[in-house]
T-cell receptor
Framework: DTAVSQTPKYLVTQMGNDKSIKCEQNLGHDTMYWYKQDSKKFLKIMFSYNNKELIINETVPNRFSPKSPDKAHLNLHINSLELGDSAVYFC????????????FGPGTRLTVT | EDKVVQSPLSLVVHEGDTVTLNCSYEVTNFRSLLWYKQEKKAPTFLFMLTSSGIEKKSGRLSSILDKKELSSILNITATQTGDSAIYLCNAGGTSYGKLTFGQGTILTVHP
């Protein structure tokens, strides 16, 4: 069973388009995250949700809008895609909103052309 | 703003060597430091160190937290080619949901 799953795994799109990435975890965790990993492999937190409530928004452009319909899902919608949005996006979950072991999804490689 | 710095950024060794990776942190109300290994896909958890658990060991990997120096080391003894990966360190305090990652150390182990 996959603990944290993301779809799609690859996404190639043109500038200006709107796209969504879905994330689901079956671990029963209360906290979920979105991270962006750039070409230099630097992993930067974007959003944290605890029990469907946003708890961290790390100065991400408002073109990025997370949505958590329930504790097991955290989706990421991106409007008006830009070249600089090209990266790998990881979803993660953890048992605790305080610093704790995180389980990462396989990542979504987004390429904006 | 919280800050986590890892060194070296990259390291190339031969099988059998011992390596030490460093992670220093500046985190408000520090609570935990975690190490992850990232091979081709997602990071996977290695260790979590806190004020009450400053040393962890699993097989050839071990990690120590130095609360005075605000740093941690990850040691890998008798390295194998399968240890080739990016090693990530992150740290957080008492703010919910906030974790800061370091830049990572790219370890390459040659046969």
């Amino acid at each position: 069973d996959t603990a944290v799953s993301q779809t799609p795994k690859y996404l190639v799109t043109q500038m200006g388009n709107d796209k969504s990435i879905k994330c689901e975890q079956n671990l029963g965790h209360d906290t979920m995250y979105w991270y962006k990993q750039d070409s230099k492999k630097f992993l930067k937190i974007m959003f944290s949700y605890n029990n469907k409530e946003l708890i961290i928004n790390e100065t991400v452009p408002n073109r990025f809008s997370p949505k958590s319909p329930d504790k097991a899902h955290l989706n990421l919608h991106i409007n008006s895609l830009e070249l600089g949005d090209s990266a790998v996006y990881f979803c993660a979950s953890s048992q605790d909103p305080l610093p704790y072991e995180q389980y990462f999804g396989p990542g979504t490689r987004l390429t904006v052309t | 703003e919280d800050k986590v710095v890892q060194s070296p950024l990259s390291l190339v060794v031969h099988e059998g060597d011992t390596v030490t990776l460093n992670c220093s942190y500046e985190v408000t109300n520090f609570r935990s430091l975690l190490w992850y290994k990232q091979e081709k896909k997602a990071p996977t958890f290695l260790f979590m160190l806190t004020s009450s658990g400053i040393e962890k060991k699993s097989g050839r990997l071990s990690s120590i937290l130095d609360k005075k120096e605000l740093s941690s080391i990850l040691n890998i003894t008798a390295t194998q080619t399968g240890d080739s990966a990016i090693y990530l360190c992150n740290a957080g305090g008492t703010s919910y949901g906030k974790l800061t990652f370091g830049q990572g150390t790219i370890l390459t182990v040659h046969p």
